[in-house]
């Protein structure tokens, strides 16, 4: 049996420990022991970035926020599905040191390092705080829930009110917020429907060979109206 490896440990924006793990090639991320995210499994990430670039392809200067970095399977989708030269990309990592991680113990070992792009920005801001005013107006919000339950304050909830409305209000007009869950999360279609959303929602599966699915929440403000 291949033993586990603790690559680096950190302290999250929680408080938490943030561990990254080295298991027979792989790489994982965990806080206290729970697994947030995995270097191989990064499909459903992927899946719900490009459906919800879509829209946003013909846009001059496309704003994507991601509520934590994980391996950056979404981000690098996102830099793929919106090339171009103005579009900008900005990170609330789950913990300060983590962007180092990719240059420092995981260079070689992923595709590529996500980071590496002049348009990806990195925020001092957690994925807990209220996403700042200067960020009014983006297209798209990513979050995937795996990871924010695992090293969510205590009472914080996707679900809520006061959550859900900051998100809304930091969206423009057609803007999408994309949520991926590995379980259905309890009273979120509603919430969502109920600060104003319209919803979509689907399951893929954990990888391409995987019978196991994870559930993505696709969440439209209005309608999108291309600005030129």
């Known amino acids: 049996m291949k033993p586990r490896n603790t690559v680096a440990q950190t302290e999250s924006c929680t408080g938490l420990t943030l561990d990254l793990i080295e298991h027979d090639g792989r790489f994982f991320l965990e806080c206290e022991g729970r697994q947030m995210d995995s270097s191989k499994l990064g499909h459903p990430a992927r899946t719900i970035v490009s459906l919800m670039s879509r829209p946003f392809r013909p846009a001059k200067q496309p704003r994507i926020l991601f509520l934590g970095l994980g391996f950056g399977h979404a981000l690098t989708m996102a830099r793929k599905a ?17 962007p180092r991680w990719f240059s420092e113990h995981l260079a070689g ?29 983006c297209q798209g919000i990513v979050a995937d829930l795996d990871q924010l339950d695992a090293l969510a304050p205590k009472k914080w909830s996707i679900s809520s009110e006061s959550v859900l409305a900051g998100y809304y209000e930091r969206l423009k007009n057609g803007g999408l917020l994309a949520l991926i869950s590995s379980r259905p ?7 969502l429907k109920k600060s104003g959303f319209d919803l979509a929602i689907d399951l893929v599966p954990f990888s391409e060979k995987s019978k196991k699915n994870r559930t993505l929440y696709l969440a439209r403000k209005g309608h999108y109206q291309r600005s030129h």
């Open 185 to 191: 999360v309890q009273k979120l279609e509603k919430a």
């Open 109 to 137: 070992q992923l595709a590529e390092d996500p980071l590496d792009d002049e348009r990806v920005h990195l925020e001092s801001a957690s994925p807990f705080d209220l996403i700042p005013q200067e960020y009014a107006g």
């Open 82 to 98: 919106l090339p171009q030269e103005k579009a900008s990309f900005v990170i609330f990592p789950e913990a300060a040191q983590l």
